[in-house]
């Protein structure tokens, strides 16, 4: 049988909720009430992350902000709305956040190696996400949403995530140039010029071969969630002191999930060192990723809940479950090994100057082209 995966609604000119703000009233308290308590439990940074990632989730849901369906619109129907709009946050969100590593040593870019397992990972999880109908932010907003089919990916995700952790550095003997972070290269000013100019170039050129505008999103709302997004990224830099992440987080779950099983990760040459100890016995709250993407989950399901498009109804056949089980710990897994998802691979890398960023953003694209010829051939819903 060939399925329909229920997708949102293309976006409306004003995004008007399905439910009046009284509605919305009682999510607010929640959400108060969880910040207080993770606040309470450990600290105010961690409280305001939980806060950043509601708003993540929030924006995500309310605009069906898309990575995934953004690179398979302009594939399929040369709709540039979604890399467009993908643009203007990354554009946005460099503007700032590359001055404000270079003027303060207490915060840090997303910068990697240049390896044959960036290159492997990210063409993997451009092929993957298609199948899967998200990245790593898609994934986890969907799944806060209620998508029954994101819900039965994200488990492989987490097991992906903890796995291509555990076993990164034997890919990375495969070969690997140190990292480039534009900014220490060229400087601030030269790197945000230059990038805008390669955005620009490429938003130019996907604009004059668009054939539609309108296949998505429709109107303003979603250039709207791009500035949000690029706001709660800014934000998520300055409290944290790092960029806006989530793949490290899921694979932590998954660490904790194995130790609870009694599995000594000691001796494992990711999950054994120092830091990442630390983080397995602490509080998953005290991470600033996982925190973060609870925040996101718990801002999606208000987000859709306040939109009237929460649990959308799904339909598959037995195949294509598998195939989204298996495309999450695909997702999982070649995230890692490429050092981010859509997120913290090619969004904050670019944001923050990493030449890595831009290799992630070809070689993911060059995927998600096989990608999407894969998720027709499953008879998904394009």
């Not at 303060?104 to 240049?114: I, M, R, T």
């Not at 099983?261 to 630390?278: I, K, T």
Request: net charge positive; hydrophobic share 55%; charged share 10%.
């Amino acid at each position: 049988m060939m399925s329909v995966i229920t997708a949102p609604p293309a976006t409306p000119d004003v995004a008007t909720p399905a439910r009046s703000l009284t509605q919305l009233l009682p999510w607010i308290a929640v959400g108060a009430a969880l910040w207080a308590a993770v606040t309470w439990l450990v600290g105010l940074r961690q409280g305001a992350l939980f806060v950043v990632g509601i708003g993540f989730g929030a924006v995500l849901a309310a605009v069906s902000f898309g990575f995934t369906t953004g690179w398979r619109a302009w594939i399929n129907d040369r709709d540039p709305t979604g890399l467009l709009a993908q643009f203007l946050a990354i554009a946005l969100a460099m503007v700032v956040s590359i001055p404000l590593i270079a003027g303060d040593e207490a915060l840090s870019g997303a910068v990697a190696p240049l390896s044959v397992s960036l290159v492997i990972g990210a063409f993997v999880f451009g092929a993957v996400m298609q199948v899967a109908d998200g990245c790593g932010s898609g994934t986890l907003y969907k799944a806060g949403l209620g998508n029954v089919f994101s819900l039965a990916v994200l488990p492989g995700f987490i097991a992906g995530s903890f796995l291509g952790a555990a076993h990164l550095d034997a890919w990375l003997a495969l070969g690997s140039l140190d990292p480039v972070a534009l900014p220490q290269v060229i400087g601030s000013t030269f790197t945000i010029a230059l990038q805008l100019s390669v955005l620009g170039a490429i938003g130019a050129w996907v604009w004059m071969r668009r054939r539609a505008t309108e296949t998505r999103w429709r109107g303003r709302a979603v250039y709207i969630g791009a500035i949000w997004l690029a706001l709660f990224a800014i934000l998520n830099l300055i409290i944290a002191g790092q960029p806006w992440g989530i793949v490290y987080g899921l694979g932590l779950w998954g660490a904790k999930v194995v130790s609870w099983f009694g599995v000594d990760l000691a001796g494992n040459a990711f999950w054994g060192r120092p830091a990442q100890q630390v983080h397995i016995e602490s509080s998953l709250l005290a991470d600033v990723t996982s925190i973060t993407n609870l925040g996101l989950l718990f801002g999606a399901f208000v987000a859709a809940t306040w939109r009237g498009s929460a649990c959308p109804t799904t339909r598959a056949s037995a195949r294509q479950w598998l195939a989204g089980i298996v495309s999450g710990l695909l997702l999982g897994y070649s995230a890692r090994l490429a050092f981010g998802c859509n997120v913290g691979g090619y969004f904050s890398g670019i944001t923050t100057g990493s030449v890595h960023g831009w290799v992630w953003f070809a070689a993911a694209f060059a995927g998600s082209l096989a990608g999407v010829r894969l998720r027709a051939a499953l008879g998904f819903k394009a």
